[in-house]
């Protein structure tokens, strides 16, 4: 039986581009350059099946929303398909002494680092799963979008712009709880769901809201390999930079990650400080080596994530002697 070839497939996503690079286990190379539509994504499916690539590792970065349309069609093709964060294929590419950027490069970088790292699988979400972070997302829009007409309302002088700002608010507030009643309503129909908000409340400083967040921007938390890489993904590592003895900047949080969950974890954070066992532990060690602020909130910010994970991936509640 004739052994299948190995193809390793990087991918530049770009709002409007897709820049595709081929590498086989002989080092020979291909590349093609598509739109990043429906067409477009047909286009590449048949150019790989016109090179007989049936199998294929292909990866790419989980740049915006840009890459959902493509890892989907290629998970429906059944072909391998991981989903990084860039910071790792920019590491990569430090690594690798490069020099140059551009969109058919970066295509290569990607290849090469999914032939010699060999990424995890992406898994893609259900369908209540992808309902769930439109609705949040959705929710926090019309939430931005209420704040910024009250900051209008509050400034405005003319009687009718305000009569006009107040009815906007009004409906603005109509769709924000239709929203909240729409997504309580998905927990109830879809149980899984509704059992992983309930063991993430359990943590002291994490309420309904943050829960909601962290399930709809990483529905598949629970197959992460451990904690530190659902950390690391999120951005709330801490960044230091020392050099010899010294260069010593100062500690920050690293921002490499979804941040959408680290603006959803800031409250929360200040919250567990005063009512988590584990976090005020933590603060109190930290505190005694001179940690700043910024590094504290963001160890804090990992933690509750830590204990995210170890909630959802054990299936149990909080317990305050976890010491992980």
């Known amino acids: 039986m004739k052994k299948e070839k190995k193809t390793f497939i990087g991918v530049d996503v770009s709002k409007k581009t897709l820049d595709v690079?081929?590498?086989?286990?002989?080092?020979?190379?291909?590349?093609?350059r598509v739109a990043n539509t429906e067409e477009g994504i047909r286009t590449l499916l048949d150019w790989l099946q016109k090179?007989?690539?049936?199998?294929?590792?292909?990866?790419?970065e989980?740049?915006?929303?840009?890459?959902?349309?493509?890892?989907?069609?290629?998970?429906?093709?059944?072909?391998?398909?991981?989903?990084?964060?860039?910071?790792?294929?920019?590491?990569?590419?430090?690594?690798?002494?490069r020099r140059s950027k551009t969109d058919p490069l970066d295509g290569d970088v990607i290849a090469d680092f999914c032939r010699t790292?060999?990424?995890s699988s992406w898994t893609p979400p259900t369908t209540e799963q992808k309902k769930l972070r439109a609705l949040v997302r959705h929710l926090e829009a019309l939430k931005k979008s209420r704040t910024q007409?009250?900051?209008?309302?509050?400034?405005?002088?003319?009687?009718?712009?305000?009569?006009?700002?107040?009815?906007?608010?009004?409906?603005?507030?109509?769709?924000?709880?239709?929203?909240?009643?729409?997504?309580?309503?998905?927990?109830?129909?879809h149980?899984?769901?509704?059992?992983?908000?309930?063991?993430?409340?359990?943590?002291?400083?994490?309420?309904?809201?943050?829960?909601?967040?962290?399930?709809?921007?990483?529905y598949d938390i629970a197959t992460?390999?451990?904690?530190?890489?659902?950390?690391a993904d999120v951005g709330v590592t801490a960044s230091h930079y020392e050099s010899g003895t010294s260069v010593r900047r100062r500690s920050k949080i690293s921002r490499m990650g979804k941040s959408a969950i680290r603006a959803a974890l800031y409250y929360p954070a200040i919250t567990a400080m005063r009512c988590n066992p584990i976090v005020q532990n933590l603060v109190k060690r930290l505190k005694s080596r001179n940690k700043n602020k910024a590094v504290i909130r963001a160890?804090?910010?990992?933690?509750l994530m830590h204990l995210s994970y170890g909630v959802i991936k054990n299936k149990q509640s909080f317990d305050s002697a976890y010491t992980g």
């Open 299 to 303: 160890a804090v910010m990992r933690k």
């Open 51 to 60: 090179l007989s690539v049936s199998q294929a590792h292909i990866c790419m």
């Open 224 to 231: 992460y390999d451990n904690a530190k890489a659902v950390a």
């Open 149 to 189: 007409q009250s900051n209008r309302l509050g400034t405005c002088k003319d009687e009718e712009v305000k009569a006009s700002l107040q009815t906007l608010l009004d409906t603005i507030n109509v769709e924000i709880e239709q929203v909240k009643k729409r997504i309580d309503d998905l927990l109830d129909q």
């Open 21 to 32: 690079t081929l590498l086989n286990e002989k080092g020979g190379k291909r590349r093609k």
């Open 117 to 119: 790292q060999v990424p």
């Open 62 to 97: 989980s740049t915006s929303v840009y890459w959902e349309d493509l890892a989907e069609a290629l998970n429906e093709a059944t072909y391998t398909v991981s989903v990084v964060n860039p910071m790792r294929i920019k590491g990569y590419a430090m690594s690798q002494l």
């Open 191 to 218: 149980p899984d769901l509704k059992e992983k908000k309930e063991l993430l409340v359990t943590i002291p400083g994490i309420g309904d809201q943050t829960a909601i967040h962290i399930l709809a921007e990483m």
